[in-house]
């Protein structure tokens, strides 16, 4: 039996990072017996997830990382405190291996881009680790110290996309020659299919955290662009929180752009929903507007459940989502060839079930959970 240790940066489960790390996990342990002990630096609701499969975990308080994308003063500022933690991440495991047997593990697991200590651990007891990147890098961006022994010293680096392996593979910083593309599975539900009923208009929805690089303006802007051409019956339910809690200023900007454009009974905002296969029954299509998707979990989520996903033509979308056939691809930041797109779907409603239909199919058979959980287990062997 292999015995894993795992870092994740954080406990939460509302993105797709550590749902990602639940069921590859969970499925492992399924099917292959192998062992894990996860540590953590928060506690949330992963924590009760892996109670439930048996899984050990602990916390401790160590830092999230990343790199910078530029040296202005703001970015300089993150760079020098990020240093800071670095020394201190280095100390702080000095203290944690002492509790930890190295021979008890086989490798270790480090689940994103942040959780830098998991290399340090790796790297102090002579373990092999697997760095499993789920955030986009940009090619010229600036590390913490250290940052490239720690990159480089991977037993493999995995990419959650081919758009993100050619990132990765371009970075200065991450030396690292054995990158390796695994696209996430997505957790088997029997979620029922969208029930496709235009009876009471389009509706679309559109997940993911209240931020300006989900680029919801797009949807918003596209429903007041319809709005002007006569389409009155679409609707856009706006699911998601707030990291920020207002402080941002990003959700009163969208809701003053909803005022101005008289959208307030066209564009809801659905707050944070547990049951989104439930509430996808009702749905018609599902946006994808993010900038910089590095896979798309929500899009295959979309997908499964019977939805047309129309989708940003950047980061990991294009490669999920084949135009007119599996959903729609869009321009980015182009709200009215996103307009467009909407009133093709309208104007040909068996095209838009046959599109949902397809989508169903593929998503089901090409983001496969045991397919994932068999690559990063060969990996970790």
């Known amino acids: ?49 892996l109670n439930d499969i048996g899984i050990k975990w602990k916390i401790v308080s160590f830092h999230k990382m990343a790199g910078v994308k530029s040296l202005n003063p703001r970015d300089l500022y993150r760079l020098c405190r990020y240093n800071i933690w670095m020394i201190k991440d280095y100390l702080l495991a000095k203290q944690v291996v002492k509790t930890l047997n190295s021979n008890s593990f086989d490798s270790i697991y480090i689940n994103d881009t942040t959780p830098y200590f998991g290399a340090i651990i790796g790297r102090m007891l002579n373990i092999p680790y697997i760095w499993h990147f789920r955030t986009l890098v940009e090619p010229t961006e600036h590390y913490a110290l250290f940052s490239k022994r720690l990159f480089a010293d991977a037993k493999a680096i995995i990419a959650i996309s081919n758009c993100m392996k050619a990132l990765i593979e371009k970075n200065r910083t991450i030396n690292n020659n054995h990158i390796v593309m695994i696209y996430d599975g997505v957790e088997h539900r029997n979620a029922k299919p969208s029930k496709q009923d235009l009876s009471n208009g389009l509706h679309i929805v559109e997940c993911g955290r209240l931020t300006e690089d989900k680029g919801h303006i797009d949807g918003i802007r596209a429903l007041a662009w319809l709005k002007d051409q006569g389409y009155d019956n679409v609707y856009l339910h706006i699911v998601g929180q707030d990291p920020s809690k207002g402080a941002s200023g990003y959700v009163r900007y969208l809701n003053k752009l909803i005022s101005e454009n008289g959208l307030s009974e066209r564009v809801i905002f659905e707050g944070y929903i547990n049951t989104m296969s439930e509430f996808r029954e009702n749905m018609n299509c599902e946006l994808m507007c993010s900038r910089g998707e590095p896979f798309g979990w929500v899009t295959v989520e979309g997908m499964r459940s019977g939805l047309v996903v129309i989708g940003a033509n950047c980061g990991a979308t294009p490669e999920i989502v084949n135009d007119y056939e599996t959903g729609i691809i869009y321009n980015v930041n182009d709200y009215v060839d996103l307009g467009k797109k909407i009133i093709y779907l309208i104007k040909n409603p068996e095209k838009l079930k046959k599109i949902a239909q397809n989508a169903r199919i593929f998503a089901h058979s090409r983001f496969d959970i045991d397919t994932n959980a068999e690559q990063i287990e060969a990996l970790l062997t």
């Open 1 to 49: 039996m292999m015995r894993i240790l795992v870092f994740t940066s954080f406990g939460s489960m509302n993105g797709g990072a550590n749902k990602a790390l639940f069921f590859a996990l969970k499925t492992m342990k399924e099917r292959f017996n192998t062992d894990f002990f996860v540590i953590m630096g928060s506690k949330g609701v992963l924590c009760d997830k």
